[in-house]
C-alpha cells in the first residue's frame, strides 16, 4: 500500500548509460535524499565505482548493479557510451531495452512509488502494469528536446520521413521566440543521422508520450517558455527540479592535478574537458592544442582523443614541436579526470566546454568565463542557449562549409572572454554573475526541488 502523500518517497531511477546522464541523475537524487526520500540507483554494475564519491547519503541512496548484455558488436565489458564509439550507440541501447527483465524483477520486490528514466522507451508502460509512477527525468535541455524532437504530432510520420536539413535549420512551428538556430553543417548532421535518427526519434516520443509526468533540470526562470513548449506538445505535466546544483564530490583533488594548478595564479588556467563522449578527430584535436598554445595562457586539456589504436599515448597525436613549446604551461591527459574539483580550483579562469548538461550545471556555479565549443546533438542546442539567449560565454566559430573549428578560432573566443577590458568579456561575465548569483541564492533550490517533491505527492493521490 503506497504511504500516504505527506510520508517521504520510494523513488526507482534508472538512466541511459551514459556518464552524464547517470551524473545528472545522482544529482538529483542527493537533492531528494537530503530531504529524507529513498533512491533505489539502478546503474551497471563496473560503472558504480565512479558514482562512490558522489553518493552523498549513502543511508538513503542505495545503487543496484545492473548486469549490461552483451551485445554482439559491443566490445566485452563496454558498459557506457564512455566505453563505444558513436557509431556504436545503438547497440548500447539494445543493450539497455535487453535489461526489461532484470529491471521488472528488481520493481516488483522494490515496490517503489515511482520510477524515474530516460531512454528505455518500455519502462513506463512496465511502471504502470505494476501500478508505478513513471517520469522521464530529461538530462537533455527542454529547449533542445523542442528543436529536435519536433512536435509528435507533426505529419513526418506520416510521410514516413525525416527531417531535412533545410527544415532543421529553423525551429519548428509554435518554437519559442530565441537566438536557436542550426547551422547548415549542423542540420546537415543531423539529417544524415538517418534511419538510426528516426528510430532514436520514434525512441524519445515513447519516453515522452508514454510516461505519468515529464521533468527537466532547469529552472523557469532560464527556460520556461521551452518547457510551457513541450507541456503543449506533448499535453504532458511537466514539473521542474530546479537547477539542481551539483555539490561538490567528497573526495579531494588529486595530488598531480593539485600540483599543477596550484603553480599558477588565480583566474589565470583554461581548462578544457569534452565530457565522456565526445572524441575529437585527431586534426581537430591539434587545431584545439594550437589553438590554447596561441592564447599564450596557462591551459589543461582532458579529452580522449581519436588517435589509431587506443593504446597509443595521447602525445602521438600532439602537434609537431607542441610539448617543448607549451612545456611548464601547456598540460593535456587522455584520462578521466575531476572536473568539478578542478573548476573549483582557484587558478582556472577559463572553461572551454563541450556544452553537455552536466558541465553546464557545474560551470554555472563557478566564475569561471565560458567559451562553447559543442560537439553533437543537443550539445549544440545548449551553446546557442548560453551564448545567444542567456549570452553568458562566447562561442567558437566553425566553418560553414564543413563544421570543423580553427586554432585561430579557439584562441578568439578565449582572447574575448579573457582579455582585459574585452567588452564582450565583461558582458558574459557579468551575466554569468547574475545566474550564478540566482541559481545559488538562498531559497531557490529549496523551493524547486519542495514543489517538485509536492507534485510527485499530488500525482501519487490521483
Ligand atoms: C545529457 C547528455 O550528457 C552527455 O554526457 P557528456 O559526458 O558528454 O557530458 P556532460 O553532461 O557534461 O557530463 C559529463 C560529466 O562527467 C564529468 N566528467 C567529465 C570528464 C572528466 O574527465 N571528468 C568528469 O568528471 C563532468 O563533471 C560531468 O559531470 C552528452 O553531453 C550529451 O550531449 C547529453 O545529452
Redesign the pocket.
Known amino acids: 500500500m503506497a504511504p500516504s502523500s505527506s510520508s517521504s518517497l520510494q523513488i526507482a531511477m534508472y538512466p541511459w548509460f551514459?556518464?552524464?546522464?547517470i551524473?545528472?541523475f545522482l544529482h538529483l537524487s542527493n537533492k531528494l535524499a537530503e530531504r529524507g526520500h529513498k533512491i533505489f540507483f539502478l546503474l551497471p554494475t563496473k560503472t558504480r565505482t565512479r558514482f562512490e564519491a558522489l553518493n552523498r547519503h549513502r543511508d538513503l541512496i542505495f545503487f543496484i548493479p545492473i548486469p549490461v548484455p552483451q551485445i554482439d558488436g559491443l566490445p566485452a565489458g563496454a558498459e557506457t557510451?564512455?566505453d563505444v564509439p558513436f557509431q556504436s550507440h545503438p547497440l548500447l541501447l539494445t543493450a539497455m531495452d535487453e535489461t526489461k527483465p532484470v529491471i521488472e524483477t528488481h520493481l516488483r520486490n522494490l515496490k517503489p512509488q515511482f520510477v524515474f528514466y530516460d531512454f528505455s522507451h518500455w519502462l513506463p508502460l512496465l511502471a504502470r502494469d505494476l501500478g508505478i509512477k513513471s517520469l522521464h527525468y530529461c538530462?537533455?535541455s527542454p529547449a533542445?528536446v523542442g528543436y529536435l524532437l519536433r512536435p509528435p504530432n507533426s505529419n513526418l510520420k506520416a510521410e514516413k520521413r525525416s527531417l531535412t536539413a533545410s527544415e532543421l535549420m529553423k525551429p519548428p512551428i509554435n518554437f519559442p521566440d530565441s537566438s536557436i538556430r542550426l547551422k547548415a553543417f549542423e542540420a546537415r548532421g543531423f539529417a544524415e543521422f538517418g534511419e538510426g535518427r528516426d528510430s532514436f526519434t520514434e525512441r524519445m516520443s515513447l519516453c515522452f508520450g508514454e510516461c505519468d509526468m515529464i521533468s527537466f533540470k532547469t529552472c523557469v526562470e532560464m527556460e520556461g517558455p521551452y518547457c510551457r513548449y513541450i507541456e503543449q506538445q506533448f499535453k504532458k505535466p511537466v514539473i521542474l527540479a530546479g537547477p539542481v546544483v551539483?555539490e561538490s564530490p567528497k573526495s579531494r583533488l588529486e595530488d598531480n592535478f593539485a600540483r599543477i594548478l596550484d603553480g599558477f595564479s588565480p583566474n589565470t588556467l583554461v581548462f578544457c574537458?569534452?565530457?565522456?563522449?565526445?572524441r575529437l578527430e585527431k586534426d581537430q584535436f591539434q587545431e584545439l592544442l594550437l589553438g590554447l598554445e596561441l592564447t599564450g595562457r596557462p591551459f589543461l586539456v582532458?579529452?580522449k582523443p581519436l588517435i589509431g589504436a587506443e593504446s597509443s599515448p595521447i602525445e602521438s597525436a600532439f602537434p609537431e614541436g607542441f610539448e617543448d613549446r607549451t612545456r611548464g604551461r601547456g598540460f593535456v591527459t587522455g584520462?578521466?579526470?575531476?572536473?568539478?574539483l578542478i573548476?573549483d580550483h582557484p587558478s582556472v579562469g577559463c572553461f572551454v566546454?563541450?556544452?553537455?548538461?552536466?558541465?553546464?550545471?557545474?560551470a554555472m556555479v563557478t566564475d569561471c568565463q565560458l567559451v562553447l565549443l559543442p560537439?553533437?546533438?543537443?550539445?549544440i542546442i545548449?551553446a546557442r542557449l548560453m551564448g545567444g539567449d542567456l549570452k553568458v560565454g562566447v562561442e567558437v566559430e566553425k566553418r560553414e562549409e564543413d563544421g570543423k573549428f580553427t586554432r585561430e578560432g579557439v584562441c578568439e573566443a578565449v582572447r574575448v572572454v579573457m582579455e582585459e577590458g574585452s567588452v564582450v568579456g565583461e558582458m558574459v561575465r557579468e551575466n554569468h554573475r547574475k545566474w550564478r548569483e540566482f541559481v545559488l541564492s538562498v531559497g531557490v533550490e529549496d523551493q524547486y526541488v519542495k514543489e517538485f517533491v509536492h507534485k510527485l505527492q499530488a500525482l501519487l493521490d490521483t
Not at 551514459?18 to 546522464?21: K, S
Not at 584520462?335 to 568539478?340: A, D, G, L, P
Not at 566546454?353 to 558541465?359: A, F, I, K
Open positions: 551514459a556518464l552524464g546522464h551524473t545528472s557510451t564512455a538530462t537533455i533542445a551539483p574537458s569534452f565530457g565522456s563522449e565526445c582532458a579529452t584520462e578521466w579526470v575531476q572536473q568539478q573548476l566546454t563541450h556544452c553537455g548538461s552536466g558541465s553546464l550545471s557545474e560537439n553533437a546533438g543537443d550539445q545548449n
